[in-house]
T-cell receptor, first 113, second 118 residues
């Protein structure tokens, strides 16, 4: 049973527009969330994270929003660039310390010029 | 900083042989490392948590005798797939948690190893 769900396997966006990647979770014990970016044949790289005590975290072009009541988070990329084309994984853990990460299946983002 | 390497990057082996994959944290110490497995279009599935100087903790459904993990130093963990079979063919990725950064739970991932068992 998938505890972290990314229901959109792919997303296509034009350069300069906003990309919105969604993630839902079912385990109410999750309280720390991370987004990773992955290129083919490479390992994931950390992008941005958010703790459950916040509802927004921003880092440059990347913003993550958390809606705890809906058990939903989203990653916004503005403006989108062709170099952002990759697979984005949402991950969750039960604490910000030693807990293991549970990953979603990923969403492939394609940003066209 | 925080670079993790894996070796080999890809390996092809015959059914029944054993394959060792190395995971190294190049510029930091990592008491804890993780081994994941990823099938095409699937999420990263945690196989085991590797702790330096102690036995690895395996996730449910992962055979500890088939996937041997050794974390002998603060910068090296190895995964040995014993008696590999075609169904073990997958993309194996390790990650390392930066010692001292436990408040952030950031894991730094290696580039992965593509294993193909013929």
């Amino acid at each position: 049973d998938q505890q972290v769900k990314q229901n959109s396997p792919s997303l296509s966006v034009q350069e300069g527009r906003i990309s919105i990647l969604n993630c839902d979770y079912t385990n109410s014990m999750f309280d720390y969330f991370l987004w990773y970016k992955k290129y083919p044949a490479e390992g994931p790289t950390f992008l941005i994270s958010i703790s459950s005590i916040k509802d927004k975290n921003e880092d440059g072009r990347f913003t993550v929003f958390l809606n705890k009541s809906a058990k939903h988070l989203s990653l916004h990329i503005v403006p989108s660039q062709p170099g952002d084309s990759a697979v984005y994984f949402c991950a969750a853990s039960m604490d910000s310390g030693y807990s293991t990460l549970t990953f979603g299946k990923g969403t492939m983002l394609l940003v066209s010029p | 900083g925080a670079v993790v390497s894996q070796h080999p990057s890809w390996v092809i082996c015959k059914s029944g042989t054993s394959v060792k994959i190395e995971c190294r944290s190049l510029d930091f110490q990592a008491t804890t490392m993780f081994w994941y497995r990823q099938f095409p279009k699937q999420s990263l599935m945690l196989m085991a948590t590797s702790n330096e100087g102690s036995k690895a903790t395996y996730e449910q459904g992962v055979e500890k005798d088939k996937f041997l993990i050794n974390h002998a130093s603060l910068t090296l963990s190895t995964l040995t797939v014993t008696s590999a079979h075609p169904e073990d063919s997958s993309f194996y990725i390790c990650s390392a948690r930066l010692d001292g950064r436990v408040l952030y739970n950031e894991q730094f991932f290696g580039p992965g190893t593509r294993l193909t068992v013929l």
